[in-house]
Each structure stands twice: as structure tokens, then as C-alpha cells.
């Protein structure tokens, strides 16, 4: 049976600490046909767009809205948003698969992709799935749990597996719509928040957590994803959380949890990230190296939304008379 499917993304990974907003402007959109520009890429959208067209499945595009990270967003994007969302809407469509973030920011509402799924979900009713792909620094919330029936994480940090995720949530949908079983989403929220240094998946707590939810994964227990979180991001969700989905039960999905949680408390100090005092690191600096050597400084990751303009490095450079830096 050929399947229509509605493909829209909303990308934003929001850094409220910074100074300056992120406007309308700030975004990269693409409309309709636009987006498939993207496909044979590496990234979630090229990826979903290939496996729908492996499937022959119809697909109906509708928007997508990305921007780098960057400060809190202006409410005026969210409603730009949603505004062509509606539009675009085929209401004959069999599901809807989104490309997300998950830790996306607005100035008045502080979990723009758990609010955006909440509209969603009351404009199309209750019998069209939603499923998606989302980015292993979400700030995870209720919302987007709630008006979900399938959105799975990247597993890798550094991501080298945006695409395979969303080829993984599509596989999924393809599960849903053959055999008629709509999943659940259910979401734990630790109360665990770790910087951005301390969830890379090559170490731990993260690798033990992604090792974990491999094993628990399986038969009802359709995925089970680990977010970091993005802790430069002050709202309510912010922090490490977990999400099954599942054809089971609650209580199954609680075990799976509980085992994760306590995991995660075990393991927690690991993800501190403490860094060497820039001191210490400059009379390292002081011996010549073979070589390049690179110094970062890891809060003002302009990767992560910050502007990059911090001259703290810079200064110490400077006072230890260090040559041939650049
Ligand atoms: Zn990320």
C-alpha cells in the first residue's frame, strides 16, 4: 500500500545565556520542493528523503526552518512557522515525520517543539502518527512526549549519525503503518544536568547509557533514547532524560528507566567536565610541540550558540609570551 507522508523540520539549538536574539532572518527556510535539495546529503532531512523515495512512498513537503545556534529566538519565528505549517498541511496524508532539534528556544515559549507538536497534534486529531528525528542535545519535555507517537535521538556525540537516526525513526514508521501499531512515547526527566563537555559518547556516563539502551532495546521496546541535554539553555526541561518508545506497557517502560537513572547517578561525576586551569595549561604551552596544537576553550563554542568572541585564551597567550600562535 503506498503511504503519504508529510516531511517538515524545525532546527534550532538555543543558547539563552548569550546576548542578541535570533530572528526570522537568522534562518535558513526551505518551502515545498526546496527541501529536497537536501536529499544525498549527510544530513537527517537528506536521509529521511532517501528512504522515502527507496519505499516509493508519496511524499508531501512542507517547510523547514534551520539556523545555527544562536540566542534566545524571537516568538515571531514560531509563529512564521507554524503559520506555513498549516498551509502546507495535506490533510490526506498517512503521517507526519519531522526533522527537529529538541532544544529550541522562544522568548515567551520556552519549549517551542513540544509546543509546536502540541499544535499539531490538535490540528490533525489523533489518528495520524507523528514521528521524527531529533538531535542527542535536546532538552526533552512532556509535550513532545505527549503529542508524539515516535521521535528518536542521534546516539553519537560528536554526531556522525544524524542520518542514520532519521533513517532509524523512518524504518520505525514503516513498522507502525504495515502492522497497524502505534507506539508511545514516555519520557524520564533526571535531575542531572551536564556541560557540553560531559556528554560525548565515547566516554562516560554517556557510553555506559547508549551501551544500556542498546540492551534494554528490542521486540515492544522500539527505541530507547538517551539525551544529553543542552544545559545552555535555561528553561524547565533542561538536563539529561531518556525516552522509550513502546508498543508495551508503562511499567515496562518505567524498568527501563529506573535501570537508566541509576546508571546515570552512578556515573554522573565522570560527566563533570572539569577542565585544567588555563594556567596550568600555559606553562604546558611554554615547551615546543611537534606539530600543531590546538587551545579551546569550550564555553564559547560557537557551535553551541556561543559568539565566539571571548579573549580569555587570547590575554593568557599573550601574558606567557607564548610564540607562534595564531
Ligand atoms: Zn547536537
Known amino acids: 500500500v503506498s503511504q503519504r507522508i ?169 513498522r507502525c503503518l504495515s502492522k497497524s501499531t502505534r507506539p508511545k512515547m514516555f519520557l524520564r526527566q533526571t535531575r542531572i544536568i551536564l556541560p557540553p563537555t560531559g556528554i560525548g559518547t565515547a566516554s562516560d556516563p554517556m557510553r555506559s547509557l547508549e551501551a544500556t539502551a542498546r540492551r534494554l532495546e528490542g521486540g515492544e521496546m522500539w527505541t530507547v533514547n538517551i539525551a544529553g541535554g543542552f544545559a545552555f539553555a535555561d528553561t524547565l526541561d533542561t538536563g539529561l532524560s531518556f525516552q522509550v518508545v513502546s508498543s508495551g506497557s508503562v511499567e515496562s517502560a518505567e524498568e527501563v528507566f529506573d535501570e537508566l537513572e541509576q546508571l546515570a547517578e552512578d556515573l554522573k561525576e565522570y560527566g563533570r567536565g572539569q577542565d585544567e586551569a588555563l594556567e596550568d595549561v600555559m606553562l604546558q604551552l611554554r615547551e615546543p610541540a611537534d606539530g600543531l596544537t590546538l587551545l579551546v576553550e569550550p564555553a564559547d563554542n560557537i557551535g553551541g550558540g556561543a559568539p565566539g568572541d571571548c579573549t580569555g585564551c587570547l590575554r593568557a597567550i599573550i601574558e606567557h609570551q607564548i610564540k607562534n600562535a595564531a
Open 6 to 174: 508529510f516531511i517538515v523540520g524545525l532546527f534550532h539549538e538555543t543558547h539563552t545565556f548569550v546576548d542578541g536574539k535570533t530572528s526570522l532572518a537568522d534562518f535558513k527556510i526551505r518551502r515545498g520542493e526546496e527541501m529536497l535539495a537536501c536529499a544525498g546529503d549527510a544530513s537527517p532531512l537528506g536521509g529521511v528523503l532517501e528512504y522515502v523515495k527507496e519505499q516509493e512512498w508519496e511524499v508531501s513537503l512542507g517547510i523547514d526552518y534551520r539556523a545555527t545556534p544562536s540566542g534566545t529566538v524571537d516568538d515571531e519565528v514560531v509563529e512564521a512557522w507554524w503559520s506555513e505549517f498549516k498551509s502546507a498541511w495535506q490533510p490526506d496524508c498517512d503521517a507526519i515525520y519531522l526533522v527537529l532539534h529538541g532544544a529550541m528556544v522562544a522568548e515567551t515559549i520556552r519549549d517551542v517543539d513540544g509546543e509546536l507538536l502540541a499544535r499539531i497534534r490538535k490540528l490533525i486529531g489523533g489518528d495520524v502518527p507523528i514521528f521524527g528525528v531529533y538531535d542527542l542535545h535536546a532538552n526533552f519535555s512532556f509535550a513532545m512526549a505527549a503529542n508524539s507517537d515516535c521521535l528518536v535521538a542521534y546516539r553519537e556525540n560528536p554526531h556522525s549519525d544524524a542520518r542514520e537516526a532519521a533513517v532509524r525513526a523512518a524504518e520505525l514508521l514503516t
